[in-house]
Protein backbone atom coordinates (compact mmCIF):
# COMPACT_ATOMS: atom_id res chain seq x y z
CA UNK A 1 0.00 0.00 0.00
CA UNK A 2 2.64 2.26 1.14
CA UNK A 3 4.69 1.78 -2.44
CA UNK A 4 1.69 2.56 -5.11
CA UNK A 5 1.03 5.47 -2.51
CA UNK A 6 4.25 6.75 -2.61
CA UNK A 7 4.41 6.35 -7.12
CA UNK A 8 0.74 8.19 -7.40
CA UNK A 9 2.69 11.00 -5.71
CA UNK A 10 5.52 11.33 -7.62
CA UNK A 11 4.02 10.64 -10.50
CA UNK A 12 1.37 13.55 -9.87
CA UNK A 13 4.39 15.88 -9.27
CA UNK A 14 5.78 14.92 -12.17
CA UNK A 15 2.57 15.41 -14.13
CA UNK A 16 2.16 19.07 -12.52
CA UNK A 17 5.86 19.87 -13.59
CA UNK A 18 5.07 19.16 -17.15
CA UNK A 19 2.20 20.94 -17.38
CA UNK A 20 4.01 24.30 -17.34
CA UNK A 21 6.60 23.14 -19.84
CA UNK A 22 3.92 21.87 -22.33
CA UNK A 23 4.73 24.19 -25.07
CA UNK A 24 8.38 24.20 -25.16
CA UNK A 25 10.67 21.63 -28.03
CA UNK A 26 12.65 19.30 -25.76
CA UNK A 27 16.77 20.05 -26.92
CA UNK A 28 17.14 16.25 -25.90
CA UNK A 29 21.24 17.09 -25.72
CA UNK A 30 22.09 18.13 -21.84
CA UNK A 31 18.41 17.32 -20.48
CA UNK A 32 17.37 15.15 -17.88
CA UNK A 33 13.97 13.05 -17.77
CA UNK A 34 12.53 11.05 -14.60
CA UNK A 35 9.57 8.96 -15.11
CA UNK A 36 8.31 5.55 -14.50
CA UNK A 37 9.30 2.36 -15.46
CA UNK A 38 6.83 -0.89 -15.25
CA UNK A 39 7.81 -4.46 -16.27
CA UNK A 40 10.48 -6.64 -14.42
CA UNK A 41 11.63 -4.69 -12.12
CA UNK A 42 9.26 -1.70 -11.68
CA UNK A 43 9.76 1.66 -10.35
CA UNK A 44 11.50 4.87 -11.09
CA UNK A 45 13.20 5.66 -14.21
CA UNK A 46 15.63 8.41 -14.79
CA UNK A 47 17.63 9.82 -18.17
CA UNK A 48 20.51 12.21 -18.85
CA UNK A 49 21.11 12.88 -22.11
CA UNK A 50 25.11 13.65 -22.86
CA UNK A 51 24.68 13.99 -26.34
CA UNK A 52 22.26 13.85 -29.00
CA UNK A 53 22.60 10.24 -29.67
CA UNK A 54 24.51 9.39 -26.25
CA UNK A 55 22.53 9.31 -22.66
CA UNK A 56 22.88 7.45 -19.33
CA UNK A 57 19.95 5.85 -17.74
CA UNK A 58 18.73 3.92 -14.90
CA UNK A 59 16.42 2.93 -12.52
CA UNK A 60 15.97 2.04 -8.52
CA UNK A 61 12.98 -0.10 -8.83
CA UNK A 62 10.82 -3.19 -7.18
CA UNK A 63 11.41 -6.78 -8.76
CA UNK A 64 8.27 -9.19 -7.56
CA UNK A 65 10.23 -12.49 -8.23
CA UNK A 66 10.38 -14.70 -5.43
CA UNK A 67 9.93 -12.79 -2.36
CA UNK A 68 10.54 -9.16 -4.08
CA UNK A 69 13.80 -7.26 -3.87
CA UNK A 70 15.28 -3.92 -4.51
CA UNK A 71 17.02 -3.35 -7.86
CA UNK A 72 19.25 -0.74 -9.06
CA UNK A 73 20.96 -0.47 -12.58
CA UNK A 74 22.65 2.18 -14.48
CA UNK A 75 23.37 2.35 -17.70
CA UNK A 76 25.52 4.09 -20.96
CA UNK A 77 22.99 4.10 -23.98
CA UNK A 78 23.65 4.60 -27.81
CA UNK A 79 20.62 5.68 -29.94
CA UNK A 80 20.24 5.56 -33.75
CA UNK A 81 18.27 8.50 -34.30
CA UNK A 82 18.38 7.62 -38.24
CA UNK A 83 16.51 4.60 -37.35
CA UNK A 84 12.82 5.60 -37.55
CA UNK A 85 11.68 9.62 -38.27
CA UNK A 86 7.92 10.36 -37.58
CA UNK A 87 6.35 13.74 -38.30
CA UNK A 88 5.82 14.60 -34.65
CA UNK A 89 8.88 13.48 -33.26
CA UNK A 90 11.99 10.65 -32.73
CA UNK A 91 11.74 6.78 -33.07
CA UNK A 92 15.06 6.20 -32.05
CA UNK A 93 16.64 2.99 -31.72
CA UNK A 94 19.10 2.24 -28.73
CA UNK A 95 21.56 -0.18 -27.42
CA UNK A 96 23.84 -0.01 -24.01
CA UNK A 97 25.69 -2.17 -21.07
CA UNK A 98 25.54 -1.11 -18.33
CA UNK A 99 25.57 -2.84 -14.09
CA UNK A 100 22.74 -3.81 -11.73
CA UNK A 101 22.70 -4.64 -8.07
CA UNK A 102 20.10 -5.60 -5.80
CA UNK A 103 19.42 -6.52 -2.87
CA UNK A 104 17.02 -8.90 -0.61
CA UNK A 105 15.54 -12.25 -0.56
CA UNK A 106 15.98 -14.37 -3.52
CA UNK A 107 15.08 -17.58 -3.00
CA UNK A 108 17.88 -19.05 -5.31
CA UNK A 109 20.71 -16.95 -4.25
CA UNK A 110 22.21 -17.16 -0.40
CA UNK A 111 23.49 -14.07 -0.29
CA UNK A 112 21.40 -10.84 0.41
CA UNK A 113 23.48 -8.64 -1.93
CA UNK A 114 24.15 -9.35 -5.61
CA UNK A 115 26.23 -7.85 -8.54
CA UNK A 116 25.14 -8.28 -12.61
CA UNK A 117 26.30 -6.97 -15.74
CA UNK A 118 23.39 -5.86 -18.55
CA UNK A 119 23.02 -5.74 -22.13
CA UNK A 120 20.16 -3.19 -23.06
CA UNK A 121 18.37 -3.03 -26.17
CA UNK A 122 15.17 -0.53 -27.05
CA UNK A 123 13.25 1.91 -28.52
CA UNK A 124 11.70 4.98 -27.42
CA UNK A 125 9.07 7.56 -28.89
CA UNK A 126 10.45 11.23 -28.13
CA UNK A 127 7.73 13.44 -28.67
CA UNK A 128 9.06 17.17 -30.75
CA UNK A 129 5.89 19.07 -29.01
CA UNK A 130 6.39 18.21 -25.58
CA UNK A 131 9.23 17.18 -23.04
CA UNK A 132 8.48 13.42 -22.70
CA UNK A 133 9.56 10.62 -23.76
CA UNK A 134 7.71 6.60 -24.10
CA UNK A 135 10.15 3.65 -24.30
CA UNK A 136 10.06 -0.18 -24.25
CA UNK A 137 13.68 -1.89 -23.22
CA UNK A 138 14.51 -5.13 -23.18
CA UNK A 139 17.23 -6.25 -20.69
CA UNK A 140 18.81 -9.81 -20.58
CA UNK A 141 21.55 -9.92 -17.30
CA UNK A 142 24.79 -11.70 -16.36
CA UNK A 143 24.25 -12.27 -12.93
CA UNK A 144 28.16 -12.39 -11.53
CA UNK A 145 28.06 -12.07 -7.79
CA UNK A 146 27.51 -14.31 -5.58
CA UNK A 147 27.20 -17.06 -8.36
CA UNK A 148 26.54 -17.00 -12.44
CA UNK A 149 23.52 -16.82 -13.95
CA UNK A 150 21.40 -15.11 -16.39
CA UNK A 151 18.04 -12.66 -15.81
CA UNK A 152 15.94 -11.51 -18.56
CA UNK A 153 14.82 -7.60 -17.70
CA UNK A 154 12.15 -5.48 -19.38
CA UNK A 155 10.08 -3.08 -19.25
CA UNK A 156 7.69 -0.19 -20.41
CA UNK A 157 8.32 3.52 -19.35
CA UNK A 158 7.48 7.11 -19.47
CA UNK A 159 9.96 9.79 -18.44
CA UNK A 160 9.52 13.91 -18.20
CA UNK A 161 12.05 15.98 -19.18
CA UNK A 162 13.08 19.41 -17.96
Request: proline content about 3%; charged content about 20%.
Amino acid sequence: MAKSTLMIIILSLILNCNRAQAEKTVNIANSFGIGLVAGEPTGISWKLWTDKDKAWDGALAWSFIDNGYLRVHVDHLWHDNNALEMEKGLLPIYYGIGGTIWAGDRTHYDKHFNFGVRGIIGMEYIFSEAPEDIFIELAPTLNLIPETGLDLQGGIGVRFFF
